[in-house]
C-alpha cells in the first residue's frame, strides 16, 4: 500500500459498536462534521479575523461567543482553546513552574501532566493512590507537608484527575482543593473525561483551572480541548506579549504568550463549535449513560472468575477488567489464545478491544443506546458460555 492508499477508509465504522476507552466521548455530531467541511481549510475561521487580532475576538464563525459561553458552562471567568488538554497543562505549568520547583501529581495521572513538568524542569512528587485507588485530600496534605519539608516551599501547582484514566475512579476533588489552598496551591482539574461527559463546574469545586479535552470528550476533532480558568488567575495564565524586536521595534499586540497567540484556526476549533449544543445538551444525561454502562459491568461481573477492579458501583462509564480467571483462562486453550476475544466480538460489530487482551482491560460504553448496552452485554455472556465459562 501506497501512503495516502485508502485514506477514506477506516476500521471503525459508525455501523460497529466502540467500546475503545479513549474514543467514545470524541465521535463527531454530525453537526461537527458538516461544519468540518465547511471550513476545513487550514487557517479558514481567521477569514473574519479583525482588531483585536485574536481567536477569541472573532466573531463569525461566533468564536467570541463560544469562549464566554464555555467558560460560564463550566462555572469559570474565561475560557481559551487549546490543541489537546497536554497543551493545557503545559500553558499552566509554564506559567507558574520554574527550575527545581516541586509540583504535586495524583499518582493515577496521565503521563503527559509529568512531561509538562518536566519541559519547565520542574519536579514532581506524587499524591499516592490508596488501596482502593484514590486519590485523598487526607494524602494530599500529607505530601504538601512533605514537600514543605523537602524543599522549603509548598508545591508550585498541584494536578488532580477528576475521574482517572486507569480505573475511570472519581475522585474528591473539593476536599483535595480544599487542602491546596490552605498552603495557597493553585489546582488544575484534569477534566478530560469529565468535561463534555458529566456537568462539571469549576466554581463549585473550587479549582483554578479547568483543563477539557475536545477530541476526548466533546465531540470534537483532533487536537482540541479547553482551558479554563478564574477570574484572579486569568492575567497570569493568559498573559499577553511583552516582547519587542530590539531592532525593527516591533510589537505583537493582544497576543497571549502561553499559547504563542492563537490556537485552533481551522477545522478543530470549528468542530468544538458545532458540537457544543449537543455536548451541553448530553452532560446532563450523563444517569442514562451510567444505566447503560450497570447493564455491561453486571453482565461481567456475572461471568464466573472476572473481577471489575473499577469502583463499585460505577460513577462513570470508563470501567477497569479483570477477567485472568475468566476469558484469560480459555485463551489458554484457545487456538486463537487471547486473540479469541476480540476476534468474537468484532465477529459481533463490537470494536475497540485491545486484540489479544484477555486479563486486565478497560471499555468505556459511553454513547450507546440501551439497546447497544444490552447487546453487547449479550455478545459477552454468549462468548463467555459458548466457551464453557460459568454465569452466576
Ligand atoms: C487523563 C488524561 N489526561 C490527559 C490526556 C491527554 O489528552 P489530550 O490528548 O487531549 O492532550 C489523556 C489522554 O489520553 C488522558 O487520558
Request: charged fraction near 25%; glycine fraction near 10%; hydrophobic fraction near 40%.
Amino acid at each position: 500500500m501506497k501512503c495516502c492508499d485508502n485514506i477514506d477508509a477506516r476500521m471503525v465504522d459508525e455501523t460497529s459498536i466502540n467500546l475503545d476507552p479513549i474514543q467514545v466521548g470524541g465521535r463527531l455530531t454530525p453537526e461537527a462534521m458538516k461544519a468540518m467541511i465547511a471550513w476545513g481549510d487550514g487557517y479558514s475561521v481567521c477569514d473574519n479575523c479583525r482588531k483585536p487580532f485574536r481567536l477569541d475576538y472573532i466573531q463569525n464563525p461566533p468564536l467570541k461567543d463560544f469562549h464566554v459561553d464555555v467558560a460560564e458552562w463550566l462555572g469559570m471567568a474565561q475560557a481559551r482553546t487549546i490543541p489537546g488538554a497536554r497543551r493545557g497543562f503545559q500553558q499552566v505549568a509554564g506559567t507558574y513552574v520554574e527550575k527545581g520547583d516541586p509540583v504535586l501529581i495524583g499518582a493515577l495521572a496521565h503521563y503527559t501532566s509529568y512531561l509538562s513538568v518536566e519541559l519547565q524542569k520542574g519536579i514532581v512528587r506524587e499524591i499516592p493512590k490508596t488501596a482502593d485507588n484514590h486519590i485523598t485530600a487526607e494524602d494530599t496534605a500529607n505530601r504538601i507537608e512533605d514537600v514543605v519539608r523537602e524543599f522549603g516551599i509548598a508545591p508550585k501547582l498541584l494536578f488532580i484527575d477528576h475521574v482517572d484514566y486507569q480505573f475511570g475512579n472519581m475522585h474528591d476533588v473539593k476536599g483535595i482543593v480544599k487542602v491546596a489552598h490552605q498552603y495557597d496551591v493553585p489546582v488544575l482539574y484534569n477534566g478530560v473525561y469529565t468535561v463534555g461527559i458529566m456537568p462539571v463546574n469549576g466554581k463549585d469545586l473550587g479549582v483554578d483551572f479547568i483543563v477539557g479535552s475536545g477530541h476526548k470528550s466533546m465531540a470534537a476533532p483532533a487536537p482540541s480541548g479547553i482551558l479554563a480558568t478564574t477570574e484572579e488567575r486569568a492575567d497570569e495564565v493568559f498573559r499577553t506579549t511583552q516582547m519587542e524586536g530590539d531592532i525593527t521595534g516591533r510589537k505583537f499586540g493582544i497576543k497571549e504568550v502561553g499559547i504563542l497567540g492563537c490556537s485552533l484556526m481551522g477545522a478543530p476549533i470549528v468542530g468544538l463549535l458545532a458540537s457544543f449544543p449537543a455536548v451541553k445538551a448530553r452532560v446532563e444525561h450523563f444517569d442514562e449513560e451510567l444505566a447503560n454502562s450497570k447493564i455491561v459491568v453486571e453482565a461481567l461481573r456475572s461471568i464466573d472468575g472476572t473481577k471489575i477492579l473499577s469502583e463499585y458501583p460505577r460513577k462513570h462509564t470508563l470501567t477497569r477488567v479483570d477477567t485472568t480467571g475468566s476469558f484469560d483462562q480459555v485463551a489458554q486453550t484457545h487456538k486463537k489464545r487471547g486473540f479469541f476475544l476480540s476476534s468474537a466480538l468484532s465477529k459481533k460489530g463490537i470494536t475497540g478491544i485491545i486484540p489479544g487482551a484477555t486479563k486486565v482491560w478497560k471499555i468505556n460504553t459511553y454513547g450507546m443506546t440501551r439497546k447497544q448496552a444490552e447487546y453487547v452485554a449479550d455478545a459477552y455472556l454468549e462468548i463467555a458460555e459458548t466457551n464453557g465459562l460459568t454465569i452466576n
